[in-house]
């Protein structure tokens, strides 16, 4: 048995680190999009430095019906959509059994239990996302920058 405030601890923390993980890979998508000034525009830094600067991968297109067949410099990173997994929202249903000891409140996650004394319980856990407020949010972004 666990205490029911550990396993709703631990559930939380998964999910936080689920959205983090996403949140990352999103982040590294992104950044295939550009190059490290310092490796002259070939591959993307690994290292990040606060001075150092990244310039967007292009594709460059010929407009045919241009004076001098001029061509044209396109940033691939709007060329392509964007659209990462989010988590919005996360629901998880635990059918636990127990019993009170003292303070705390001891669950049996195992399928139904029927032991002496222990009560069943079905418990809900909803997840949202929902945004930082302003201030988390210009610290969070400024932050960022420096990664």
Known sequence: MVELETLLTSIASSVQASQDAIQHNAYTNFMKYFVSEKNNGMTLSEEKTRDEAFMPVLQYFKALDSPDNAGVAVPMVALVKHNSLVLEGVKVVLNVSGVPNGNHFMVNTEP??????????QITLEFK????TEGMSRILSAYNRFL
Do not use: A, R, Y
């Not at 139904?112 to 319980?121: A, P, R």
């Not at 996302?129 to 930082?132: I, L, N, R, S, V």
């Open 112 to 121: 139904i239990n029927d032991e002496q004394g222990t009560e069943h319980h």
């Open 129 to 132: 996302k929902e945004e930082p």
